[in-house]
């Protein structure tokens, strides 16, 4: 018989491997198994949790992606993107891609080009051009919260690389992230049929990113700024030179706004058709003689509130105003009955059809006889809060004059126009 390995442990019985081969039984043992205790279970499916969005972000990290690319390259292939709609879809991608799109200006995108042998059964349209006659030109207006760098480049991007953006509006500001002066370079920068800007109450807003608007938007033709104390003359010099086509301008509560920039306004701007000046507590008669002198073949609408004018500054426009047909004048404490005066009888004033004075002592019965007597085009005028004026002048004038109607209520005279 063949020799049998003695079993133990309750093993089988099995046959010495030599003699396996000559029909023996295998031996098949039983594995002894080791107790594993339940707190390295837990502990190596924390670690595979662990290990696996740490493999997956490794791999990530490794795999080509465009943002591996420096900002150079990235910005050659952005301005290629054909379509505003596929450069907004681009400028949602990342706060990286915004910024590149929004630097990019209107004349760097890469245009496609038509055919050198063109195909006489089709018509080679542009895409950006179909979309601007489908949509029109537009105005995106910005307001509170809202009012942001990211949304205003998002939306030159938008707009504005396809020539549609002309009216920029932007009511107030964000408190943390509000409109600085790169929102408005994106602007200037995708945007270069811009015709109207207003900025009101946005704090952070310099001459700088006038600036960067003048340089970028030479066809800008109303500008208004309202409540931007960091905007001085420099900026508006810059305006005042880039925008020549200007033919509105507001400034409103801009505590750094002096006299040069209202004179340049005046020099560069020959189309400037209305003025609308209003409590810049540095504005005095330089500016506001230079910026009349210097547009009297154009200026019609002149508004002057709370400024530090004097008698000097109403001669000015008395005898500079040639082109005006409305004059509004309010809280010019500076100004007294000569100035009043001297305005109407330098007899320049004969285009002048509505007239408004609010809070002005200098007005009295002497004035108000001048006025009536040297503009002979006067149809419509609205005095408010003028104490030396009383109802019964009032009644008296409007009687002499026969051409005017005393309204009580609003210490309005009126007439047809």
Request: with cysteine; net charge positive.
């Amino acid at each position: 018989m063949p020799p049998f390995h003695d079993c133990r442990d309750g093993g089988l019985l099995v046959l010495d491997p030599a003699a396996a081969m000559f029909g023996g039984v295998r031996q098949r043992k039983r594995a002894r198994v080791t107790a594993v205790p339940p707190c390295v279970f837990a502990a190596a499916a924390e670690e595979a949790l662990r290990a696996v969005p740490a493999a997956k972000r490794q791999r990530l990290r490794e795999a080509p992606t465009l943002d591996a690319l420096p900002d150079g390259c990235l910005f050659e292939i952005l301005r290629r993107v054909q379509g505003a709609r596929a450069r907004g879809a681009s400028s949602c991608v990342s706060r990286r891609w915004l910024a590149l799109l929004g630097g990019i200006r209107a004349s760097e995108i890469k245009r496609v080009q038509a055919p050198a042998v063109p195909d006489l059964n089709q018509v080679f349209v542009c895409e950006d051009e179909a979309e601007a006659a489908r949509l029109g030109r537009s105005e995106r207006t910005l307001e509170g919260e809202g009012a942001t760098d990211v949304a205003l480049t998002a939306a030159a991007v938008a707009d504005g690389l396809r020539g549609s953006l002309e009216s920029v509006v932007v009511r107030g500001s964000h408190p943390t992230r509000g409109v600085t002066d790169s929102g408005l370079s994106a602007v200037a920068r995708g945007c270069p049929s811009l015709r109207s800007l207003a900025l009101w109450d946005v704090p952070q807003v310099t001459d700088a990113g006038l600036a960067e608007i003048a340089a970028g938007c030479p066809s800008l033709e109303k500008l208004d700024i309202t409540g931007c104390p960091l905007v001085t003359d420099k900026g508006l010099v810059a305006v005042a030179q880039g925008c020549p086509d200007l033919k509105t301008l507001t400034i409103e509560a801009c505590s750094g706004v002096a006299n040069e920039g209202l004179k340049a306004i005046g020099r560069c701007c020959s189309k400037l058709q209305a003025v609308n000046i209003k409590n810049c507590a540095y504005v005095g008669d330089q500016g506001v003689s230079g910026l009349i002198c210097s547009a009297t073949a154009s200026l019609a609408k002149v508004c002057l509130q709370g400024l530090s004018i004097t008698d000097a500054s109403l001669a000015v426009i008395g005898y500079y105003g040639k082109a005006i047909t409305n004059l509004t004048l309010t809280r010019l404490s500076a100004v007294g009955e000569r100035g009043f005066w001297v305005m109407a009888n330098a007899l320049g004033l004969q285009k002048l059809r509505c007239m408004s004075i609010t809070s002005c002592p200098g007005v009295t019965e002497l004035a108000l006889v001048s006025i009536a007597k040297f503009c002979p085009s006067l149809k419509q005028l609205y005095l408010r809060k003028c104490s030396q004026i009383s109802d019964g002048l009032l009644k008296d004038f409007a009687e002499a004059a026969k051409v005017l109607e005393i309204d009580q209520e609003f210490r309005k005279w009126a007439g047809s126009c």
